[in-house]
């Protein structure tokens, strides 16, 4: 088990930028492909974007691709979302989620056992 905090979220006007952090006390996320998804009111959890453990290999939804960037410190504690050119559809609580193998979908909730608290996004004038 690792545990996960989320930081970052707030209240940001379309076309604004705000940085996720995930980060772990403790132990390093280098074994685990960490994933970033969000829920927004009445709608299912979707997966945004995850960073692989063995390679580093990055995944976004397609509705993110192009805004969206996930990356990982050095020290390998703390994987950021850096979302930029936000829209009021981006608006969501943002959960990250750890996991020791994803078998066949990055983007499913499933795959991953370890998830934060969340943190909340909104996107809006």
């Known amino acids: 088990q690792v545990q996960l905090v989320e930081s970052g979220g707030g209240l940001v006007q379309p076309g604004g930028s705000l940085r996720l952090s995930c980060a772990t006390s403790g132990r390093t996320l280098d074994a685990y492909a960490i994933a970033w998804f969000r829920q927004a009111p009445g709608k299912e959890r979707e997966g945004v974007s995850c960073i692989e453990s063995s390679d580093g290999s990055t995944y976004y939804a397609e509705s993110v691709k192009g805004r969206f960037t996930i990356s990982r410190d050095s020290a390998k504690t703390t994987v950021y979302l850096q979302m930029n050119n936000l829209k009021p559809e981006d608006t969501a609580v943002y959960y990250c989620?750890?996991?020791?193998?994803?078998?066949?979908?990055?983007?499913?909730?499933?795959?991953?056992?370890?998830w934060g608290q969340g943190t909340q996004v909104i996107v809006s004038s």
């Open positions: 989620a750890a996991s020791t193998y994803v078998y066949s979908d990055y983007f499913a909730g499933y795959e991953y056992d370890n």
